[in-house]
C-alpha cells in the first residue's frame, strides 16, 4: 500500500504516420496485410477471459471482394449471453476495489501496444473488414482510439480530484463510484476507435461491460480483446459477445442488473433500446444510464463571401471519405447561386481524380461500402434521384456489387430543398447540394435548421467576421460540432469532443470528461470531527 499521491503522465494526441513510398510503416502495413488476406481467424466468443466457441459462425468478408473470406466468428447464443452478465457481475467487487491508478496503468499500457507493437496489425484488420484506407484506418484503430485511452485516463483522475470544500470542524468528500449493475455496450462498423471507447471508458471508472460488437467489424474488436488481455485487464472486466442484437438486447435489457447503455449505431435501433429500457423500468436495481450517439444530416453551409476552392475541398474530403460512412460526413451542402458556377467547377475536377477501388492499393481514396444491404439501401437513393423531378444526378452515380459493394461519389443537385437525401440519413458516398438565392440568406438558414431531425455536426464557409458570428449565433441548436471554414468531420480526442443532440444523440461528448462522468454513482461524505453533545440550540434559551 503506498501513501503517494500519483499523477499520471500528461496526455498526448498519437502523431499520424503518413504512410509514404518507402516508409517503414508502410511496408510493415503491406506485409501485414498480406499475412492476413492469406490467414483464416476464428475469432471466439470471450466471457470471463475465456475463448467460447459455439459452432454457430459466420465469416468475416473484406467488403472491397466479398468473395474473399478473412476467417470465421462465434455467435453468442442465450447461454453464453448469461455468462457474459454472470461473468461481469462476478469480477465487479474485485475490478471497482482496485485503485484508479492501477486500471489507469492498464489502458495506458493498452495505448502503447496500439500505437507501437500492433499498429499494422489493428490498421490491417480495420482495412480488410470495414474497408479503409490506409489513412482512414491510421486515424481511427491506431491514433483515435490511443487517444481516447491516454486522455480518459487522464480525465478519470481529474474527475476524482474533484472535491467539495468543508467548512471549519468538518471534512466534506465525494466518492465517485462506479455504478451499480453492468453496462451494455454496442459499437457500430465504422470507427475501430469508437468500439474500443465504448467497452472501456465505463472500465476505466471501476465498471464492467458486456460489449456486442458489429458483425462487420469483429476482426479489429477482437483483436482489440487481445491488446486489452496483453496490457493486463482482468478477467470478466469486458466480455466480447458477438451475436444477434435482437436476442442480446432481449436479455440484457430486461436484467435487473443493466446500470447502462453506452452506445453508436442508428438512431431507429437507440429509440428501440430507449423504448425496452423504459418497458422494464420497475425491474431495475438502478435506473440505467443511457448514452448515445446516433447518426445526423450533416451540413456546410457556404456565405456568398466564401473561398470557393476551400470549400469545395471540404466537401470533397466531408462527404467522400471512407465512403460517407461516418455519423459526422457531409451531406448536404447550401450553396449561393452567385458562386454556383465556380464551385461545381472546382468539386468536379476534384471528384475526377478521386480514384475508386480495394484498400490494398494505396492509391485508391474511395473503397467498398461496408455490406450488400448498406449498397442497396445507398443505391436505392441515388436511383430514386435519377428518376426524380426534384433532383439530378450531377456527378457520379455508378456503382456496381458484383465483386466488392463499390459506389462512386455521387453528387446531387436538389431541386427542392426538403427533398429526400437533403433530409435523410443516407450513410454513403452521397452529397447533395441546394442552390439558394443570395438575397434569401435567412429564409435558408431556416431551411437548414428545419429540414432534417439531427444535430450532431456542421460547417460553415465564410471570410466576413460579422457573418461568422451572425451564423454560429442563428445555427445554435443544429450541430454539437461546430466547424468555422473547415470540414465537419475529424474531431480530435481532447480538442473536439463529440456528440450531438436533437436525433443524433444524448451529446454526452466522446473524448471529454463528461463522457466519463455517466458511468459514475458520487457518494457525499461528510465527516464531523468533534460532534454535538446536546440537542439544544442557543435560540431556545429565554434567558
Not at 244 to 263: E, T
Not at 265 to 290: A, C, N
Request: proline share 6%; net charge negative; with cysteine.
Amino acid at each position: 500500500m503506498t501513501n503517494s499521491v500519483y499523477t499520471l503522465p500528461a496526455p498526448y494526441n498519437e502523431p499520424v504516420k503518413d504512410y509514404a513510398p518507402g516508409s517503414p510503416e508502410r511496408a510493415a502495413l503491406k506485409a501485414e496485410l498480406t499475412r492476413q488476406l492469406n490467414d483464416s481467424v476464428e475469432v471466439p466468443v470471450i466471457i470471463n477471459g475465456q475463448a467460447v466457441r459455439t459452432g454457430n459462425v459466420r465469416e468475416i468478408v473484406c467488403p472491397h471482394d466479398h468473395s474473399r473470406a478473412l476467417g470465421t466468428f462465434h455467435m453468442a447464443g442465450e447461454d453464453e449471453i448469461h455468462a457474459a452478465i454472470d461473468a461481469a457481475m462476478a469480477a465487479k467487487p474485485f475490478w471497482e476495489a482496485m485503485d484508479w491508478q492501477e486500471r489507469a496503468a492498464i489502458f495506458l499500457k493498452a495505448a502503447d501496444l496500439m500505437s507501437q507493437k500492433y499498429t499494422a496489425k489493428i490498421n490491417a484488420a480495420t482495412m480488410l473488414g470495414q474497408s479503409k484506407n490506409a489513412f482512414q484506418a491510421e486515424i481511427d484503430s491506431t491514433c483515435e482510439l490511443a487517444d481516447f485511452l491516454r486522455f480518459n485516463v487522464k480525465f478519470m483522475e481529474e474527475i476524482y480530484t474533484g472535491q467539495p470544500r468543508s467548512g471549519r470542524g468538518i471534512w466534506n468528500r465525494t466518492e465517485y463510484r462506479p455504478l451499480e449493475g453492468f453496462i451494455f455496450a454496442l459499437s457500430p462498423f465504422n470507427f475501430t476507435a469508437i468500439a474500443g471507447n465504448l467497452s472501456s471508458a465505463p472500465a476505466m471508472m471501476g465498471n464492467t461491460v458486456v460489449w456486442k460488437p458489429a458483425s462487420t467489424a469483429v476482426l479489429s474488436g477482437y483483436f482489440i480483446m487481445e491488446i486489452f488481455k496483453e496490457a493486463g485487464l482482468p478477467d470478466g472486466v469486458i466480455n466480447f459477445i458477438p451475436g444477434r442484437g435482437s436476442q442480446i438486447g432481449r436479455i440484457l435489457l430486461s436484467h435487473r442488473d443493466l446500470a447502462g447503455i453506452h452506445f453508436t449505431g442508428s438512431t431507429g435501433v437507440f429509440q428501440t433500446l430507449w423504448q425496452k429500457t423504459g418497458e422494464h423500468i420497475d425491474t431495475y436495481t438502478s435506473y440505467p444510464r443511457i448514452v448515445g450517439e446516433t447518426g445526423g444530416k450533416d451540413y456546410i453551409f457556404v456565405h456568398p463571401s466564401a473561398d470557393v476552392t476551400q470549400a469545395a475541398t471540404a466537401a470533397v474530403r466531408g462527404a467522400f471519405e471512407y465512403q460517407g460512412q461516418k455519423c459526422s460526413a457531409c451531406s448536404r451542402l447550401y450553396l449561393p447561386k452567385s458562386l454556383w458556377p465556380a464551385f461545381e467547377e472546382r468539386l468536379g475536377e476534384q471528384i475526377k481524380e478521386i480514384k475508386m477501388g480495394p484498400v490494398t492499393d494505396f492509391s485508391n481514396f474511395v473503397n467498398a461500402v461496408i455490406d450488400e444491404k448498406a449498397f442497396d439501401t445507398i443505391a436505392g437513393y441515388i436511383e430514386r434521384a435519377e428518376n426524380s423531378e426534384d433532383a439530378e444526378v450531377i456527378i457520379g452515380g455508378e456503382r456496381d456489387k458484383s465483386r466488392g459493394y463499390y459506389i462512386q461519389p455521387t453528387v446531387i443537385l436538389a431541386k427542392e430543398p426538403d427533398y429526400e437525401t437533403m433530409a435523410e440519413e443516407i450513410f454513403g458516398p452521397v452529397l447533395t447540394i441546394f442552390v439558394y438565392p443570395d438575397d434569401d440568406l435567412e429564409a435558408t438558414l431556416d431551411l437548414l435548421d428545419s429540414t432534417s431531425a439531427y444535430a450532431l455536426t456542421g460547417a460553415i464557409f465564410a471570410r466576413d467576421r460579422g457573418v461568422v458570428n451572425h451564423l454560429m449565433a442563428r445555427l445554435t441548436h443544429t450541430a454539437g460540432n461546430f466547424y468555422i471554414n473547415d470540414k465537419p468531420t475529424g474531431a480530435v480526442v481532447g480538442q473536439q469532443p463529440f456528440g450531438g443532440s436533437r436525433k443524433s444523440g444524448t451529446n454526452d461528448k466522446a473524448g471529454s470528461p463528461l463522457n466519463l462522468l455517466r458511468w459514475t454513482s458520487p457518494r457525499t461524505i461528510k465527516e464531523t470531527f468533534v460532534p454535538p453533545e446536546d440537542f439544544r440550540y442557543p435560540f431556545m434559551d429565554e434567558s
